[in-house]
């Protein structure tokens, strides 16, 4: 029996857990049925999504695997389905125990639980990036030492034991990579940001070395080194860091702002030459590989998941180490795109494309039944 009978539950069915969901869904050879709820009160998702779902499936032993997100309590789950509940895979796509915490936020140790409990309680996890799973399994033995006494260590090497590693797929537009762009010179270099407009992505940084480079180059005579669009979502009030940036460059930011429709989405990153991240916190990177797939040269902070993403021949003009790279590397890919075009990596990101990619969950499913 090559195809499946899959129950896919995703309680956060919003932003990448949706894509990711979509995805897979669209381009399995296996049958998957997705139940999901809404993209908000991720907290109260992780303890009350699995009393949900154990009501509305009351019987799930129809199915031959359960796939689920981490954004859910799996042992609570498991306990109220009992022998019913089919062998299980967990899919990681961020943990609560390296998660950062914003200026004064304290940190809720139950979700930290949560997520070891579920990981014990599923038959195999995966994570998407190598990275991610070295986060989270070594920051499992300070959060146990946090305990007065009792501190279940085991816990880390049985988790690691059933951990495996699958990159997501990316829902590219179109089959092939788009064309590389043709300059011809005299074009004024674009930069995109594409990520959440949140506190671990730290814009202000971004919006620090690029109002240096700004000046840097102005000083050198050029009267508009760079225009800017700043797409990513934004959950909260908008950072101060966009409020000013948006005061200071004005007409120069061509789009400011989260585009819900993908092929707009699509066409301002086509429309782009230099797309950058200054993240603490990133597990994989779609939008780094979106931006890359699309033409877009990338400048990569050399941490977290992103040197998995990079071939080790193009580290050094993808990647930076500390402000002062980041600002020397900037400015010269700016002055690069200003004559001609950049260095394009499409081919090598077209590799995440989930028609690729999604032969790899289905082979892992068929093998772990």
Not at 1 to 6: E, G, N, Q, S
Not at 57 to 67: A, Q, R, T
Not at 133 to 157: A, C, H, Q, R
Not at 194 to 200: C, S
Request: glycine fraction near 6%.
């Amino acid at each position: 029996m090559d195809k499946l009978k899959i129950l896919f539950l995703e309680p956060f069915y919003g932003g990448s857990h949706k894509d990711f969901a979509d995805g897979l869904i669209k381009n399995s050879r296996h049958d998957i049925d997705l139940f999901t709820l809404p993209a908000r009160y991720w907290k109260w998702r992780m303890r009350g999504a699995a009393l949900h779902f154990a009501e509305q499936i009351k019987d799930p032993s129809g199915w031959d695997l359960l796939f689920t997100s981490d954004m859910m309590s799996l042992s609570d789950l498991k306990m109220l389905w009992g022998s019913k509940c089919p062998p299980s895979v967990v899919y990681f796509h961020e943990n609560q125990l390296s998660y950062p915490l914003a200026e004064g936020e304290k940190m809720d140790f139950q979700f930290g639980f949560t997520d070891i409990t579920t990981a014990l309680a599923a038959d195999s996890l995966l994570f998407n990036s190598y990275s991610h799973l070295n986060s989270f399994t070594g920051s499992m033995p300070g959060f146990i030492k946090k305990m007065p006494e009792y501190k279940p260590f085991w816990v880390v090497d049985r988790i690691k034991s059933k951990a495996s590693v699958i990159y997501p797929g990316c829902n590219f537009p179109i089959e092939r990579p788009l064309p590389a762009r043709i300059n011809t010179g005299g074009h004024t270099p674009v930069i995109v940001w594409n990520h959440r407009w949140e506190f671990d992505k730290c814009p202000e940084i971004f919006f620090g070395v690029l109002g240096e480079a700004d000046r840097i180059l102005k000083a050198e005579g050029i009267e508009v080194p760079f225009n800017l669009v700043l797409l990513g979502e934004n959950f909260h009030a908008k950072p101060e860091s966009f409020l000013a940036a948006k005061k200071y460059y004005g007409n120069r930011i061509l789009q400011y702002g989260f585009c819900d429709d993908k092929s707009e989405y699509f066409s301002w990153l086509k429309k782009s030459d230099i797309a950058v991240s200054t993240s603490i916190q990133e597990n994989f990177g779609i939008s780094v590989v979106e931006a890359a797939w699309a033409g877009c040269h990338p400048l990569l902070p050399d941490r977290l998941s992103y040197p998995e993403l990079v071939p080790n021949e193009h580290r050094d003009r993808i990647l930076y180490s500390g402000r002062s790279d980041f600002l020397k590397k900037l400015a010269g890919l700016i002055r690069t795109a200003s004559r001609g075009p950049l260095e394009t990596f499409s081919e090598i990101y077209a590799k995440y494309n989930w028609e690729l990619m999604a032969a790899k969950y289905d082979d892992y499913f068929r093998e772990f039944i």
